[in-house]
């Protein structure tokens, strides 16, 4: 019963912006370390970010540092992510990982959504 759901993909111009969403359903989120995940088609899989539970901090892969902003909103059990100055490099499927208590996040997380495509294309 514990599903992820992203939403909020779809085609962007290199240099806007677009905010991902993770939804949560059947366990609450702020217990939980959330993270951003990539994979671009014939590439491997890569982290873009992480956020630990609540109290905790957040980390991001050194490609979108000062670009993406990930955030977390417990009333509503969702987290998202912010991607300005999108480029075309950035294009992937996004999926959103989670993994309960105090731990970074890591390609073995238990807990997977089934992806929103992101598209960076003029």
């Known amino acids: 019963q514990l599903q992820l759901v992203e939403s909020g993909g779809g085609l962007v111009q290199p240099g806007e912006s677009l905010r991902v969403s993770c939804a949560a359903s059947g366990f609450t989120l702020d217990y939980y370390t959330i993270g951003w995940f990539r994979q671009a088609p014939g590439k491997e899989r890569e982290g873009v970010s992480c956020i630990s539970s609540s109290g905790g901090g957040t980390k991001y892969a050194d490609s979108v540092k000062g670009r993406f902003t990930m955030s977390r909103d417990n009333a509503k059990n969702t987290v998202y992510l912010q991607m300005n100055s999108l480029k075309p490099e950035d294009t992937a499927v996004y999926y959103c990982?989670?993994?309960?208590?105090?731990?970074?996040?890591?390609?073995?997380?238990?807990?997977w959504g089934k992806g929103t495509l992101v598209t960076v294309s003029s």
């Open positions: 990982a989670a993994v309960r208590g105090s731990r970074w996040c890591n390609y073995g997380m238990p807990y």
